[in-house]
């Protein structure tokens, strides 16, 4: 069986790690390489950077933040936010990232995704959704949450695969920094629409929470931000937490 992934994830506004509640509110979080550097040695199986204001201020990704983060990490290392180009991807993997994370670009031209997953491998391409609630079912955002698209989240899910996306990135915008357990409803309905590994995002708070969406939810992976920035959390004790409830962990030695 294969091992589920715990993440843990940087969102970056200026140089600085900050966390929110539902994409407001931001307060600092730290520094990037050095939280980056805690969260693997804390037993991570990954790390993503988001440059959270990039898309919106219309900038490319702070490239020399990727670069002190990446020599820092030894374990996966994805960085999304800014991304518009082939070249932008380009110049993100080549200052140390391993994966990016798309949204709003593929959003506004999927073509994007089959563009760079030939070019680097469909491995390397994360299509991020940022989903909420609405009267039918959950709807895509852009722009770091700022914009609505029309998009059904379900149906874009399955054009970002079909486009050549290696995995999704899912954030339930209703639960952001709530703290109040991730939506395993919308991890699900994503989830079994395709084929590729989904990671849940948003409103982690604590081991059961994890224990949900890996079982409910049906995710592959997990992200977490302000539970592992502020201390609430051990990454190695959760993962015990989950590998004692029957959830197939990569523990360490």
């Not at 994830?9 to 600085?16: E, I, K, Q």
């Not at 992976?221 to 502020?230: E, K, N, Y």
Request: proline share 3%; charged share 25%.
């Amino acid at each position: 069986m294969l091992t589920k992934r715990i993440i843990a994830c940087l969102d970056v506004d200026a140089g600085r790690v900050v966390k929110g509640t539902q994409f407001l509110e931001l307060r600092d979080a730290g520094d990037p390489a050095e939280l980056a550097a805690a969260h693997s040695a804390a037993g991570a199986d990954e790390v993503v950077l988001l440059d959270i204001t990039a898309t919106h201020q219309k900038r490319a990704t702070l490239l020399e933040t990727v670069r002190r983060t990446a020599k820092e990490l030894f374990v996966p290392f994805t960085v999304g936010g800014g991304v518009r180009t082939l070249d932008d991807a380009a110049a993100i993997f080549d200052a140390g990232a391993d994966k990016i994370s798309i949204n709003s670009a593929a959003i506004a031209d999927p073509s994007l995704l089959s563009c760079i997953g030939q070019r680097f491998g469909s491995q390397a391409v994360i299509v991020a959704i940022d989903a909420k609630r609405n009267r039918i079912g959950f709807e895509a955002y852009s722009s770091g949450g700022r914009v609505p698209t029309g998009k059904d989240a379900i149906a874009w899910a399955r054009e970002a695969e079909d486009r050549g996306a290696g995995e999704i990135l899912l954030t339930s915008m209703d639960r952001d920094g709530t703290g109040a357990g991730f939506d395993c409803e919308l991890t699900h309905a994503i989830a079994q629409a395709v084929h590729i590994p989904v990671i849940a995002s948003g409103g982690a708070g604590g081991a059961k929470d994890f224990i949900e969406v890996f079982r409910d939810g049906s995710a592959d992976a997990a992200l977490a931000a302000s539970i592992f920035h502020f201390g609430v959390s051990s990454i190695v004790a959760l993962k015990e937490q989950l590998s004692s409830a029957g959830i197939p962990m990569r523990l360490p030695c």
